[in-house]
């Protein structure tokens, strides 16, 4: 009997041999890396595909096979019970994200869509939210969820990705916020040879509360943006123009009312005159209907293109004549720095003139 337990003692004690092991694992990883990048590309198309017709809001989507120093890195690990013996002793069945996606939100909300998506196109094997376990520990720190996944045996049994059937691959998800907290903590515990000082840690996880607050407040704002373009919507259908500020979209809104929609003009189009007209003094929809009321934006452009022009050009020429025969339009308007204003003023008094038209001199809140 006590001749066994020697023995054994004497077998626990024995060195392992890490640095043969660790040349071993990671010759075999170099010889099928590539096939871990070929499966992270193929959930990669899978999960962008899945994204492109839902409305979360997806900073980025990116793959990636585990490096060759990542990978030797970790097979090099020790056990935590016995530190004697390497934590993957079979790595390439223990080690969960060679094959590996990172999925990055604007928004807490989009989270929940992501995870939506997960369970409907791959088969979960795992999924670890660390938020919870934090929550559980009742600890601050990194914020993440993570699944193991593979492809559903439908999917799978497509000849296209036949070869990856069975593979792990682990998907991260979490909000921009949470992952610069996770990469700037990353990088700075990979410089450290021993684990972080104390008084750096502690910064950290006051950094992780004030992140976690961060996130809900703008997941609020982006919440009350959005009720602000519904409600603004509902204005202008019931014609309650003095309750709507002006804004890109609520201005692009009413002009697709009163002009007829133009699928040619962006966003930028929109914040270029949403912000020229506030320079002009208006504040709302309202004061903007009053001051375009009653002209006809096909007989003035025609005035001065000579034919019908897009939707935005005719707002522009309607608003240039409605109040064009005060010096308040043209001293405001962001074009009054230019040396070609004056000359505009002149010439499109001239072919209005020619056209039996006149300016008015319409200024906001006067």
Not at 19 to 48: L, N, P, W
Not at 96 to 106: K, Q, S
Not at 256 to 285: I, Q, T
Request: glycine residues 6%.
């Amino acid at each position: 009997m006590g001749e066994r337990v020697t023995d054994q003692i004497e077998q626990e004690s024995a060195a392992f041999d890490f640095d043969a092991h660790g040349r071993a694992a990671t010759d075999k990883f170099k010889d099928v890396r590539q096939f871990y990048e070929d499966c992270s590309k193929v959930i990669e198309t899978i999960m962008v595909q899945a994204l492109d017709s839902d409305p979360a809001r997806i900073h980025s989507v990116d793959s990636r096979a585990k490096t060759v120093a990542s990978f030797h890195r970790k097979v090099m690990r020790p056990s935590a019970e016995n530190p004697n013996q390497p934590k993957y002793s079979n790595p390439f069945q223990q080690i969960t994200d060679l094959a590996g996606l990172r999925v990055i939100t604007y928004f807490i909300e989009d989270l929940s869509r992501v995870d939506q998506i997960i369970v409907n196109e791959f088969e979960i094997l795992e999924k670890t939210n660390r938020s919870t376990l934090l929550e559980d520990e009742e600890k601050l720190g990194y914020q993440s969820v993570h699944y193991l996944v593979r492809l559903k045996e439908n999917r799978a049994e497509l000849s296209e990705y036949q070869r990856f059937a069975n593979t792990t691959v682990e998907i991260q998800v979490r909000t921009i916020l949470q992952h610069a907290w996770a990469e700037i903590e990353h990088d700075i515990q990979y410089k450290s040879v021993e684990a972080l000082p104390t008084g750096i840690k502690r910064r950290f996880l006051s950094l992780a509360g004030l992140i976690e607050i961060a996130d809900r407040e703008f997941q609020a704002i982006a919440t009350e943006e959005g009720r602000i373009r519904s409600d603004a919507k509902k204005s202008i259908d019931l014609g309650q123009l003095t309750d709507v500020e002006i804004t890109p979209d609520a201005l692009k809104q009413y002009l697709d009312s009163r002009f007829g929609p133009d699928g040619r003009m962006s966003d930028w189009n929109y914040g270029w005159n949403a912000r020229m007209l506030k320079r002009l003094g208006f504040r709302n929809l309202g004061q903007l209907d009053e001051c375009i009321r009653g002209y006809d934006d096909d007989a003035i452009t025609k005035v001065f293109w000579f034919g019908r022009q897009g939707q935005l050009r005719r707002f522009e020429d309607v608003v240039m004549v409605a109040m064009g025969g005060s010096d308040h339009y043209w001293s405001k308007h962001p074009y009054a720095e230019f040396d070609f204003w004056p000359d505009r003023r002149e010439s499109a008094a001239e072919q209005l003139e020619s056209a039996g038209l006149e300016f008015g001199s319409y200024v906001p809140g006067e």
